[in-house]
């Protein structure tokens, strides 16, 4: 019987020789699926600062921990998230993000998935991004939420699995 897949959180320090590395273990490992991944230049390019989710069985993530730190990683922090959230980002005229987001916030209520936070931007007053943290409920499998998203066609989103407490 395979074990059960879950997300887990990942900080990690390296050098840039040993960053070299990671995206040839990424793309061998067994996880199935990578979100959120950032990775940060620090002190004159001379170490990467890596953040990712992974959603992988128990087995498949040990093993992918002990082949970042025979990598020459250095594992910060790894967090199997329990109550993962979802983070959702919809793109698109500002005015169309603004008229959707009393909406979508209901939608969300509705299906179980609770808004954690939720956050609009727009730079040049035309093209936004609203960004909205929910509880762990996935809003992809909610019908209304896909119901939604079809009559505004006009706008894109993505959801990912996040750590609700690195949402900036």
Do not use: W
């Amino acid at each position: 019987m395979p074990g059960v897949q879950k997300y887990y959180s990942t900080k990690a320090v390296c050098e840039f020789e040993a960053f070299s590395n990671f995206k040839r273990i990424l793309s061998n490992s067994n996880s199935t699926e990578f979100y959120n991944l950032k990775i940060t230049n620090i002190l004159n390019h001379k170490y990467y600062h890596v953040k990712f989710i992974t959603k992988a069985t128990q087995e498949d993530y040990t093993f992918l921990c002990q082949q970042l730190q025979n990598a020459g990683l250095i594992i910060l922090d790894c967090i199997d998230l329990v109550f993962n959230a979802y983070l959702l980002k919809i793109s698109g005229n500002l005015h169309d993000c603004v008229d959707i987001q009393e909406e979508l916030l209901q939608n969300l209520l509705e299906y179980g998935a609770i808004p954690l936070k939720t956050e609009l931007e727009s730079v040049d007053l035309c093209t936004a991004d609203l960004k909205i943290l929910t509880s762990s409920k996935n809003p992809l499998h909610s019908i209304s939420f896909m119901d939604l998203m079809r009559r505004k066609s006009d706008l894109k989103y993505s959801v990912t699995p996040t750590n609700s407490s690195e949402f900036e």
